[in-house]
């Protein structure tokens, strides 16, 4: 549990930081029992004087009682001297005093705060003159205490805007699989005999609709804990981020939280999606196509975010980069980044697009903020004649290794405009990354317009299912013979 905390710890302070600031003087005199007055800002420590009551519940867990404890000492660490503590069997009668409420108060401002809270979630919000800490359960409490604690200062005052609404989700650990898991038995053999007897290779378990009311497409996986993570785009107030949904059967998904969003002034202000995820040695490693800044004129570069518990991310930097001269193969535009990692060695593949065709290009190394771009890309090539299928674009891919073998599946569509081509996906596969073998595509393309793309591999119960994107949400079907 102390490492759990400690990654909250340092997350949460990457969250919230644009939420909290030390306050200086105020205009009157700091009074022990009311706060400063302000419009804006609730003022928890000032001038050496602790303003605020810890309260909790008369009967509470032993997460709330040691999570009341905790804070009330940093307040008292903060201010100098010692904050008050007590429990909800004070009645208020009159004037709303001033409290930080932890867990299930009686106070009408507790069940407030808990409104439409999220199953293992926790939130920090503000609720009149009461800063709420709630959580479903006492390991997300643990969760919103080390959140809260993050965001006193070291030394001087303490105040929370009125608008704070920092939450999070505890979700158990165990075992985390990218792809497949290598100890296990996966049945290779219908992808195998995809590219020596496509006829014989037949597409079983169809659904159609996953995720459509999430709007989940162009998703990512990893299994934790024998549970399905996908890592998908999510538009939010017209920029597109990255959310993290769960699933037990592949084809209900529900989602947990927001993971990635576009910067406020960084390079990738407009957008942060297109995920590819990856875990390795208690790290999670997301690669992002993102766009904004002015240095970019809001042409798409690759982007790295790393996470200790796969939900809360912090950004990296940009790791792949169009030309700024705006010539040839990435001289338009780089994004929509698959993340792989084989012996020691990092493998990002990525599109590149030259003002006319998308296609497949790597780049890979042992430091994944030091990559070598492959100096024979594309490795998949768009095809020569207009009317062949993939004449526009090879594009979002997904990769896997098996016994020698790289196996890829890949968009493609005819030529622009885009969204009037054809769009569908394809399968290729290659010993050295390099030279690939092509077959495909097994299922129709689309008649105009985006569709059947943004393809991902998920193995379940030793079998390969490939998800794709049909309207706004996910079709799936299972390889076979």
């Known amino acids: 549990m102390k490492a759990r905390k400690t990654i909250a710890l340092l997350l949460t302070l990457v969250l919230a930081f644009g939420a909290l600031t030390a306050c200086g ?7 022990e029992t009311d706060p400063p007055a302000g419009d804006d800002r609730l003022t928890l420590v000032a001038g050496g004087e602790p303003l605020y009551t810890v309260m909790r519940p008369d009967i509470a867990s032993d997460a709330v009682t040691k999570g009341a404890v905790k804070v009330r000492a940093a307040l008292s660490k903060l201010a ?8 909800d069997w004070v009645k208020e009668e009159g004037e709303k005093k001033p409290e930080i409420l932890i867990g299930d108060t009686n106070r009408e401002e507790s069940k407030t705060a808990k409104e439409g809270l999220a199953a293992d979630g926790y939130r920090i919000t503000v609720v009149g003159n009461k800063l709420c800490v709630v959580a479903d359960g006492d390991k997300a409490m643990e969760l919103a205490v080390e959140a809260l604690l993050a965001l006193i200062p070291e ?27 290598k100890d ?30 999430l709007g989940m497409h162009f998703a990512d996986f990893l299994v934790v804990n024998d549970v399905i993570w996908a890592y998908y785009i999510e538009w939010i107030d017209g920029e597109a981020g990255v959310a993290l949904a769960t699933s037990e059967d592949g084809v209900n998904f529900t989602k947990v939280d927001t993971v990635l969003r576009p910067s406020e002034d960084d390079w990738d202000n407009q957008m942060a999606s297109f995920p590819g995820i990856w875990y390795e040695d208690g790290t999670y490693y997301l690669v992002y196509e993102g766009t904004g800044a002015p240095d970019k004129d809001n042409r798409g570069a690759v982007g790295l975010a790393t996470s200790k518990d796969g939900i809360h991310f912090e950004k990296q930097g940009c790791i792949i980069d169009y030309r700024h001269d705006g010539q040839g193969l990435y001289g338009a535009n780089v994004g929509t980044p698959d993340i792989f990692r084989l012996n020691g060695t990092w493998y990002v593949t990525f599109h590149t697009f030259d003002w006319t065709d998308c296609m497949i290009c790597y780049a890979s190394g042992e430091d994944l903020m030091n990559l070598e771009i492959y100096d024979g890309n594309p ?3 768009t095809d020569k004649k207009p009317t062949d299928p993939a004449s526009g674009t090879t594009g979002r891919r997904d990769v896997m290794y098996c016994d020698g ?3 890829m599946v890949y968009e493609i569509s005819t030529e622009q405009p885009y969204d009037d081509a054809h769009w569908c996906h394809m399968f290729a596969r290659s010993q050295d990354f390099e030279h690939w073998e092509k077959v495909g595509p097994i299922i129709d393309q689309t008649e105009h317009g985006y569709g059947n793309d943004g393809p991902a591999f ?23 013979i």
């Open 458 to 480: 998920l193995v379940m119960n030793d079998q390969i299912f490939v998800y794709y994107r049909v309207g706004g949400s996910m079709s799936r079907y299972r390889l076979a």
């Open 80 to 87: 100098g001297k010692d904050a008050a503590i007590d429990t």
């Open 184 to 213: 296990t038995t996966v049945d290779f053999k219908p992808l195998e005999t995809l590219f020596e007897d496509p006829d014989s290779v037949v597409l079983k378990d169809v659904k159609t609709s996953i995720g459509s009311s």
């Open 379 to 381: 490795i998949i090539p």
């Open 25 to 31: 003087g105020e205009k009157e005199p700091a009074k």
């Open 155 to 181: 030394s001087g005052d303490f105040s929370v805007e009125k608008t704070l609404n920092l939450t999070g989700v505890y979700v158990p650990k165990g075992p985390v699989v990218n792809v497949y898991d």
């Open 405 to 407: 073998w790289f196996y």
